[in-house]
Each structure stands twice: as C-alpha cells, then as structure tokens.
C-alpha cells in the first residue's frame, strides 16, 4: 500500500519561471494539506483541500500561490513566477477524513524547490 | 494565532542515555502528535494523544499528554544510532479533534554519539 507520493522530489526553477508540485494522497484518503519547510524550522501549514473543495487556504500567501485537488488526479500547488524566498521544502499530507482520525496526518517525503 | 514552544532545540547525548523533549503552548488541545524527520524526508508519525493524562508507548518511545491540555512529553529509553532525526511536536489549530490543520513546534534535533 503506497504511502503519500510527491513528485518531484527536487525541482529547480530560475526567477520568474513557474513551479508545479504534485501530491497523490494514500489510498482511501480524500483529505489533502499543504505545509512549507524552510531551513531549521518547523512545517507552516498552506492550505486544506478535499476532492473539488478548498476548506482552508488561510496560510496560503495571497498572490502567486494556487492549489487544487480535483476529482481525478493528484493535488497540484502551484507557484507562478517563483522568486528566491519560495526555495523551500513542500510537504503534502494526506487524512482519511473520518472525525476522530482526521488530524491523523500522513505525510509525503516532500518536494525541495530551489530557486536561482 | 497559536504556536508550540518546543525543548529543547539540539541534544547530544551518547548511545544507551534515555531523552527528554517537550512542548507546550498557551492553548489548550485536544490531540498531540509526535513526528520524527530524518534529513531529507518527511515527517513520520510517531505517537497520537487524544486525552489529558494520557500516557502511551510506542517501543522505546512514551508520550504523555498534560494534564493541563498545553504541554506534552516526549521520552525515549536506551537511545540507540539510528535516533538521530528532527522531532516535532504538532497539534490541531483551534483545539478541537476535527480541525485538520496542523500547527508544529519547532523541532528538537537529536544526535547520538556511538
């Protein structure tokens, strides 16, 4: 049983370039999360999706920031025209969604995004 | 909004000696979470606490969760090489079991000398 899968797991990106990452949450899960790492420090949640729905997007920066998990497929962040302060880790986590288990969090191995 | 104040931040420590980390806050919640990260990898679930006093094991590792519903514990016995790793403490913001997001502490980073 496959865990949380994140491709890529390394992606470099010049300044103004577009950044796509992509999350295919465990088998049964229909909640997805979004959470940034930078260097020595904890994970920042971003965003919260369900299939179609955005739930939370409250730690998502307001511009150049997407994300979507549609009805077939993985969940996408996208970053468009990356600037040097986006170089970071980005974790996707997944939950089954049922209410006691639902902060029961698994996560992917995560994506580095470098940006030159 | 809500933060977990996590200690401490390094520890060296010989392989066999038992450790101590801990996290708290100036909220209450319902759950805690203990992850570890190894370099280059996400973080991986460790133990889950779901009531004040719980105490619960996970092989050589024991969590407790505070009585007061702000701090939590977690211990490891006879620490051995492969140990080494970021821990974090996480909980639910807002407090409840059914809030997703989750809010990290900010990791203590183990090292253990052979």
């Known amino acids: 049983n496959a865990g949380v899968m994140q491709n890529p797991r390394h992606l470099v990106r010049r300044r103004g370039q577009e950044a796509r990452l992509r999350c295919s949450p465990m088998k049964g899960h229909s909640h997805v999360y979004w959470y940034r790492q930078l260097p020595e420090e904890g994970l920042k949640f971003m965003v919260y999706l369900q299939k179609e729905n955005i739930i939370d997007e409250s730690g998502m920066p307001k511009e150049r920031f997407s994300a979507e998990f549609p009805k077939e497929g993985p969940s996408i962040l996208r970053i468009q025209q990356v600037v040097r302060g986006d170089s970071a880790a980005y974790f996707c986590a997944s939950s089954p969604g049922k209410e006691w288990t639902k902060n029961i969090q698994y996560f992917g191995a995560g994506t580095r995004l470098s940006v030159l | 909004g809500q933060q977990l104040n996590q200690s401490p931040q390094s520890m060296f420590i010989q392989e066999g000696e038992d450790v101590s980390m801990n996290c708290t806050s100036s909220?209450?919640?319902?759950?805690w979470l203990w992850y570890k990260q190894d370099p280059g990898e996400g973080p991986v679930l460790l133990i889950a606490?779901?009531?004040?006093?719980e105490l619960t094991s996970n092989g050589r590792l024991t969590a407790q969760f505070g009585i007061t519903r702000k701090d939590s514990f977690l211990n490891i016995s006879a620490s051995i090489p492969s140990d080494v790793g970021i821990y974090f403490c996480a909980a639910p913001q807002g407090g409840g079991t059914s809030y997703g997001k989750l809010t990290f502490g900010q990791g203590t980073i183990l090292t253990v000398h052979p």
């Open positions: 909220s209450i919640f319902n759950t």
């Open positions: 606490l779901y009531k004040a006093g």
